[in-house]
């Protein structure tokens, strides 16, 4: 495995990756990019991910993007780490629906705040998705909660999609979620956040 290299940008979903990567421990090196500069859309990271998003992961098979692809990615390359229940269909799909539903209905949801430009060119139509983000994702945090029935998301193991529903839901305060009516989701949050890989990950992707 030649080594691989991380781009990420602070205060983005790529830490869920950036944790993962700890997780496993694997040996990278982390490009953070700058968006306030705009360097998700500069021609070279535009070489490395055409979308212009983060993350990325080059690897000595290419350039792998979206969050529950790199996870499961992560996993399956660094076995011994046990981030997620290879050798169990269902228990492994599970792990895969709550990835998916992070990356398509609660990230979704958070971006109507600021990136409401993807969707509508009218400011009104951008007050309006904003003006409904705490109700959308309280109703992700009500969800959320009502998942969660171990000590890890996946029940008694610690997986990949652990990193990833403490970094969407380290989000959920700032989009306006009163989280004490969330104690579960609370406790579980500050569980996650007291792993040392996940302090190193969040240390290191802070600007
Ligand atoms: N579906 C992608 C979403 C990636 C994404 O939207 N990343 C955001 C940061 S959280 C980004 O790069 N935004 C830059 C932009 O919109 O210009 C995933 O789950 O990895």
Redesign the pocket.
Known sequence: MSRWTFYS?PG???LATHIALHEAGAEFDLVKLD?GAAQ??SPEYLRVNPK????ALATEHGVL????ALLAFVAQSFPAAQLAPLDDPFAFARVQELASYL?STA?VAH?HKR?GARWADDPAAHAAMQAKVPQSMTACAAYLESQIVGPWAAGERYSVADGYLYTIGSWLEGDGVDMTQFPKLTAYLARVGARPAVQRAVAEAKA
Not at 52 to 55: A, E, L, M
Not at 65 to 68: F, N, V
Request: a positive charge; one cysteine or more; aromatic letters at 0%.
């Open positions: 940008a983005t979903c790529a968006m998700q859309q212009g998003r983060v993350p993007t979206e969050t529950p990356a990230h971006a990136r």
